[in-house]
């Protein structure tokens, strides 16, 4: 986790360097659930000399078991603008189902994070009381693999491939500087997992459900 930290806080840095005085800031924090859909694997070991390709596995998220899925993020507008940029990281798990990549592959997860560290696009008209606030964001995975291929275990953080989201919901103001939101998401993306002797690649593509708060301030 220390990697996805250091990677965040540097975003952050170049987000508060770029934005002038007159501002609006809005720091949110959210938990919430998601669902990977069914994804072929391949496993890469070169000293093996062969490839093994898994069709069709299917994952579990335990988006509520330790860690759970939860996510960040801090935007900047310009002051009573509706348009913003955005730092977020998103952390979301997948564990692929038992015996799905038998006999080689006995265990594998991105199971402390398929963490994705975003720089979003944000859309937020207000609509009578409420906020309809529409992402789209890049940025890159910083995968955590768990694994165990041929009873030898390995787990790592890895920076690893591009990292794509979508995502639209509703805001709902409190007061003037609290905000209560929920959102839904899709997420992409491909990472190389590094497992004893090789690796394992993938598209995973999620679904989200997540809500939280948000603190804004800079505003009068």
């Known amino acids: 986790m220390r990697i996805t930290l250091t990677i965040a806080g540097c975003a952050l840095g170049v987000l508060l360097a770029a934005g002038p005085a007159r501002a609006d800031w809005i720091a949110s ?7 990977t ?8 070991r070169p000293a093996a000399g062969a490839d093994v390709r898994f069709a ?3 994952f579990d998220s335990k988006s509520f078991a330790s860690p759970p899925y939860y996510g960040y993020r801090v935007l900047w507008t310009p002051r009573d ?6 730092a977020e990281l998103i952390h979301l798990k997948i564990y692929a189902r038992a015996g799905a990549l038998a006999p080689t592959v006995e265990r594998f997860s991105i199971s402390h994070g398929l963490n ?5 696009v944000v859309w937020r008209p207000r609509l009578g009381p ?19 291929v041929d009873g030898v275990d390995q787990e790592q953080y890895e920076i690893s491939s591009a990292a794509l989201q979508g995502a639209v919901g509703p805001e709902i103001a409190l007061s003037r500087h609290i905000h209560v939101f929920a959102e839904y998401k899709v997420t992409t993306a491909a990472p190389s997992v590094s497992v004893a002797g090789g690796s ?14 948000g603190v804004a301030w800079g505003r009068r």
């Open 29 to 35: 924090a959210y938990l919430g659930a998601s669902v």
């Open 116 to 120: 994705l560290l975003l720089g979003n």
């Open 56 to 58: 069709d596995v299917r």
């Open 81 to 86: 603008a509706d348009v913003g940029i955005e």
């Open 200 to 213: 394992i690649r993938g598209r995973y593509t999620s679904q989200h459900l997540a809500t939280g708060l």
């Open 130 to 148: 409420i906020r309809l606030v529409a992402r789209a964001g890049a940025g890159v995975a910083v995968p955590h693999g768990e694994s165990r």
């Open 37 to 44: 859909a069914p994804a072929d694997l391949t496993l890469d």
